[in-house]
């Protein structure tokens, strides 16, 4: 202790000397001088910062939130997806137009569930046009099938996907929709890779996610919702270009995307 006090002492005293002679030597000079020096010792600190001196932890710009994929939802909480007042909640009559749809199409609906946006695309698309109504669970896909048998729509085939794979066919897809689903992919990077590889030329792919920010969708559990900045940040090193993004839905983002040109896809 003896030896941490005297050195201790000895550092304090050696500062206080240096201090000292520091005023003396600035006495010696005008004070409009002093002004001058201070004001360029600022200038350098703030151009430091404009050439990307760090910032502070906490205040980096273009951090991006970390996301974990949330679970995936069960066929046993299918009711939900065929609720009373979804029309009103995600107005799909707006994503089916935002979505550019022709009579004729090869339409991909990844993660149908129940077939909600599958059975409507299929009847824009007309008898000559096909949708292929992915999910992963076969209980989805029974009921997809039960509800467009009720409705008489013929147009829907159903494809048991897998968590990597969709069982799309390459570059035979003109347009894929993905509805509140994407967030809950296990695999997202080998599942872009898969989405880009089954887009047509000039394929679109139209992606709709509750969102993060503000509290239009304070109602669904934050594990379900993206910002656009996360979208965003995951989508475009894998290949993806955004043609449009649409917030005219009550509570969700809707993002536009194609596949950018020399990119290439995460294996």
Same mark, same amino acid.
């Given at each position: ?11 304090y ?19 409009r001088?002093?002004l001058?020096?201070t004001?360029?010792?600022w ?9 990307g001196?760090p910032?502070?932890a ?8 970390a996301?974990k994929?949330?679970?995936v939802?069960?066929h046993?909480?299918a009711a ?12 799909p ?6 979505m550019?749809?022709?009579?004729g ?12 946006f ?7 698309i ?8 992915v999910d ?6 029974? +009921?997809l /099938?039960?509800?467009? %048998?009720e409705?008489?729509?013929? $147009?829907? *085939?159903?494809? @048991?996907?897998?968590?990597t ?5 390459k ?5 894929i ?50 910002s656009?900045?996360?979208? +965003?940040? /995951?989508?475009?090193? %894998?290949g993806?270009?955004?043609? $449009?993004? *649409?917030?005219? @839905?009550?509570?969700q ?8 040109r ?6």
């Open positions: 202790m003896a030896f941490l006090s005297g050195s201790l002492s000895s550092s005293e050696t500062q206080e000397t240096s201090s000292m002679s520091h005023r003396a030597a600035l006495s010696r000079f005008p004070r001088a002093v001058l020096w004001l360029w010792a200038s350098l600190a703030a151009l430091g910062i404009a050439c001196a910032l502070p906490g205040e980096q710009k273009g951090a991006v939130t996301r994929p949330a679970n939802m069960s046993e909480g939900w997806l065929e609720r009373e007042g979804r029309d009103q909640e995600e107005k009559e707006v994503v089916l137009a935002e550019g749809l022709k009579e199409m090869t339409v991909a609906e990844i993660g149908a569930g129940t077939g909600y599958a059975r409507r695309i299929a009847k824009v007309g008898p000559t046009g096909k949708v292929l109504a992963i669970q076969p209980e989805m896909l029974e +009921l /099938e039960k509800y467009t %048998a409705e008489g729509v013929k $147009n829907v *085939v159903p494809v @048991l996907g897998t968590e794979d969709p069982k799309l066919p570059a035979g897809v003109d347009r929709l993905m509805v509140d689903v994407y967030h809950e992919f296990q695999k997202p990077e080998e599942m872009l890779a898969r989405i880009r590889e089954s887009l047509a030329p000039g394929g679109r792919v139209i992606l709709v996610e509750y969102r993060a920010e503000g509290d239009s969708a304070a109602h669904i559990n934050a594990a379900h919702r993206m656009a900045e996360q979208v +965003l940040a /995951e989508w475009n090193p %894998a993806f270009e955004l043609v $449009n993004r *649409v917030e005219t @839905l009550p509570s983002h809707l993002f536009i995307f194609t596949t950018r020399g990119a290439r896809a995460v294996p």
